[in-house]
């Protein structure tokens, strides 16, 4: 865990329990880090670049926490510098929970897991909404060139602190893509062997 993610996350009431269940200690060094660890490096910047989807929680003026899925093309959360990342909102549901939660707090908490080599990193970071006339370019860069939904705004994340989670617990799971490449070679040789075993038994 870095500096930045326990700043934000050891809250005085987290900090007070820690003491009390006996954690504390375990975990004070993490408050006297030099190195705060709040930009993107380029391990993250690879895996944040690969991923197809991830989990974002919004924060409501009512105080409940509203976390959505999002999917997309791989990379389609697009990594713009080591402190920002940004995505199209489409136009989905209409129902526009993130988007106006994001108006009256500009806090997300996200989730990005690679199941395959079971890997999980989480981002916090604060959001800018930006209206498609505003930055054109910006659109240019997040917009994918398949994906024919209309883009609403622009999601604009400055990254605040991040942190890798233990895969303990995360089950390996593949996709069609995945599955597909991983067992070429093996299909490959099933179609060899069996050539070579109608070859073998012609008349
Ligand atoms: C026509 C349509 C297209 C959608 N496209 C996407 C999409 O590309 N990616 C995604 O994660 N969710 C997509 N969704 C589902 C979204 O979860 C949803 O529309 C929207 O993002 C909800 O946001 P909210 O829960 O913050 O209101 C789509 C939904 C609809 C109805």
Not at 47 to 66: H, K, L, M, N
Not at 158 to 172: G, L, R, S, Y
Request: hydrophobic share 40%; with cysteine.
């Amino acid at each position: 865990m870095s500096r930045a993610y326990s700043d934000i996350t050891f809250t005085p009431t987290v900090r007070a329990l820690q003491t009390h269940l006996g954690s504390r200690d375990k975990y004070a060094a993490f408050d006297l880090a030099d190195d705060r660890r709040d930009s993107l490096g380029p391990r993250e910047a690879q895996f944040i670049a690969a991923r197809d989807s991830f989990y974002q929680a919004t924060v409501s003026e009512t105080g409940w926490p509203y976390v959505q899925f999002r999917g997309g093309p791989a990379g389609f959360l697009k990594v713009l510098d080591d402190k920002t990342l940004a995505y199209a909102d489409f136009r989905g549901n209409v129902q526009y929970i993130s988007a106006g939660n994001l108006t009256v707090n500009d806090r997300v908490s996200i989730i990005l897991v690679d199941y395959a080599k079971r890997a999980r990193l989480k981002i916090l970071g604060r959001v800018r909404l930006v209206a498609l006339d505003d930055a054109p370019d910006l659109i240019a860069r997040i917009e994918g060139p398949d994906y024919r939904a209309r883009i609403e705004r622009a999601v604009v994340i400055t990254v605040e602190a991040f942190d890798w989670n233990c895969p303990q617990h995360i089950t390996p799971r593949f996709t069609d893509a995945e599955v597909n490449a991983l067992t070429a070679p093996l299909r490959e040789e099933i179609a060899q062997l069996k050539a070579r075993l109608a070859g073998a038994t012609a008349p």
